[in-house]
């Protein structure tokens, strides 16, 4: 069985991240999508809103299960028996990041990280741009999936 760990703090989840999400099925027998949880870290959203936002979109796609973790993302991988972590990226800042922690991980675990490149309409979207964007009492809908809907 294919099984993909797709970790991120997801606060919140956009539209890229639902694009590799979806592109992602096809490839995988099963993706958990794991919302990794940083006590020093200050979040706009709660770990539950983020869980629901999540599973709300893809409440249709039996393919995937929404759970969140602390820790490193090879030790989740290893309790989920997950053979592959999937990520997106966006540039090439992104994929140098992402490079080092792959590279570390297969390192440490032997656990493989697939890579897809994010559609060139969603390319220029991030969770923080998401979050100025609501900040300032802008316009977001067009930046994530329906289900993250807030009150301005």
Do not use: C, Q
């Amino acid at each position: 069985m294919r099984k993909a760990i797709f970790p991120g703090s997801f606060d919140p989840i956009t539209l890229g991240h639902e694009d590799i999400i979806k592109r992602g099925v096809p490839l995988f027998d099963e993706i958990v999508i794991a919302i990794g949880v940083n006590a020093e870290k200050k979040y706009m959203f709660s770990l539950e809103e983020r869980k629901r936002f999540i599973e709300e979109t893809f409440k249709d796609e039996p393919k995937i299960s929404v759970i969140t973790y602390e820790g490193l993302t090879i030790d989740l991988a290893k309790k989920e028996k997950a053979n592959f972590i999937l990520r997106g990226l966006r540039n090439p800042a992104d994929f140098e990041f992402e490079k080092a922690i792959a590279h570390t991980n297969r390192k440490l675990s032997k656990i493989e990280t697939v890579f897809l490149l994010t559609a060139a309409k969603t390319s220029f979207i991030s969770s923080s741009i998401v979050r100025d964007v609501l900040r300032n009492g802008g316009e977001y809908e067009m930046l994530v999936p329906d289900a993250v809907r807030v009150t301005k």
